[in-house]
Each structure stands twice: as structure tokens, then as C-alpha cells.
């Protein structure tokens, strides 16, 4: 089976630009989170997606949103895009939501905010 | 609050040797689950051993088994013959049945020495 898919890896924005991630999931999986990786403040919920429902979200400003499709993949979008948002980027999939749940991860994406 | 600590920022250990990494972790809920996740300079997040708290038995993969103490709030992550692949930044986290997100400590990071 195939793992998480995470697109692109890397990315260089500017400041006041947005920016689009997206993942897919394990096959069957229908629950999506993303996590934000820092050096200063570890790694960190932003939102969990299942059934293309937000079902939970972290502490981050508005400027951080999400979506789910019909086939589970999930895209996270980034508006107005800040020095701090530069990050490592990960996406996880577990097969439901609401209940305790191993979570697998993808490769990360990499965004760096100039 | 959900919580976990990881005091240990840095450990070394030699090829072949057995080393422990500890966590504790503080939670309200009942109904949840223990992980390590190993993250290589590859940033590629991985599962290394989950535990449900309703189990007692320590769970064991391979090399890799738990001391799973769970009045103490205790999980530690025991590796077993050491290798240098087992380089990596060890993360414990946990994950409830009220919601879906997974709580992280601050990583430790081990170094195996040829």
C-alpha cells in the first residue's frame, strides 16, 4: 500500500504571498491532519479533516486553512504568507476520526517564507 | 492540559548497546494511545512503537520495546542493539479518543557511535 503523499517538498515564498499544500492520504484512510514543524516551537496541530469536515482545529490564526475532498486528499492554504510561517509541513492520515488512531505521516513539505 | 515531557534534549550511545529514552505525559482521558515516532534527517516522520493504555503488556517490535507505566504517566522507548541507523530524533507523543490530535514532546535526539 502506498504511503502518504505530500506535494511539493520544497517551496520558497515571499512575504504577503499564499501558498497551497497538499496530501494524500493512505489508501482508506479518511482522516487527514496537518502539523507544523518549527525549531522554536516543535511540532504543532493546525487542523484535522475527515469525511471533508474540519473536525478539529489547532491554535493558528486565521490565515491557515484547509480543505478535504471526496477522496480524502487534503490541501492546507496559507494566505498572506509571514517570515514565522516558515516551516516543515506535515501531513498525517489515520483510518477514522474520533476515536484514539495511529496516525502515519508523509514526507513533510518544506516552505521557506523570504 | 494535555502534556508531554521529554527531558533528556540529547543522548549518546555506542553501536551494539542498549539505551532507554524516557517520556512522561499527562492526560485526563482513559481511552488513549502511547507512540514513539523516529524522524531521521530525512525529516520523514516515522511509527516506531504504539501502546494502548488499555493494554498491559509493554509493547515490543523487533528491537524496539516500551516501559509502559501508566500510574506513573511513564512511557520510556528501549532500544536494543543499537545501530547507526537508529540516528535519529525520537518523539513521544499521545493521542485521545476526545479528540484527534496528536500531543508531541520536544524530541530527543540520539546520536549511535560507530
Known amino acids: 500500500k502506498a504511503g502518504v503523499t505530500q506535494t511539493p517538498r520544497y517551496l520558497i515564498k515571499t512575504r504577503g504571498q499564499q501558498v497551497t499544500l497538499s496530501c494524500s492520504p493512505i489508501s482508506g484512510h479518511r482522516s487527514v491532519s496537518w502539523y507544523q514543524q518549527t525549531p522554536g516551537q516543535g511540532l504543532q496541530f493546525l487542523f484535522e479533516y475527515f469525511s471533508e469536515t474540519q473536525r478539529n482545529k489547532g491554535n493558528f490564526p486565521g490565515r491557515f486553512s484547509g480543505r478535504q475532498f471526496s477522496n480524502s486528499r487534503s490541501e492546507m492554504n496559507v494566505s498572506t504568507l509571514e517570515l514565522g510561517d516558515s516551516a516543515l509541513y506535515l501531513c498525517a492520515s489515520s483510518l477514522v476520526s474520533g476515536v484514539a488512531d495511529t496516525q502515519y505521516f508523509g514526507p513533510g513539505t518544506r516552505l521557506t517564507v523570504l | 492540559a494535555q502534556t508531554v515531557t521529554q527531558s533528556q534534549p540529547e543522548m549518546s550511545v555506542q553501536e551494539a548497546e542498549t539505551v532507554t529514552l524516557s517520556c512522561t505525559y499527562d492526560?485526563?482521558?482513559?481511552?488513549?494511545?502511547l507512540f514513539w515516532y523516529k524522524q531521521p534527517p530525512s525529516r520523514q516522520m516515522i511509527l516506531v512503537i504504539r501502546?494502548?493504555?488499555?493494554?498491559?503488556q509493554n509493547a515490543t517490535e523487533n528491537r524496539f520495546s516500551v516501559n509502559f507505566q501508566k500510574a506513573a504517566k511513564s512511557f520510556s522507548l528501549k532500544i536494543s542493539d543499537s545501530q547507526l541507523g537508529d540516528t535519529a530524533m525520537y518523539f513521544c507523543a499521545f493521542i485521545t479518543g476526545a479528540n484527534s490530535k496528536l500531543t508531541f514532546g520536544k524530541g530527543i535526539t540520539l546520536s549511535v557511535r560507530p
Open positions: 492526560t485526563s482521558e482513559n481511552n488513549y494511545y
Open positions: 501502546q494502548e493504555a488499555y493494554k498491559q
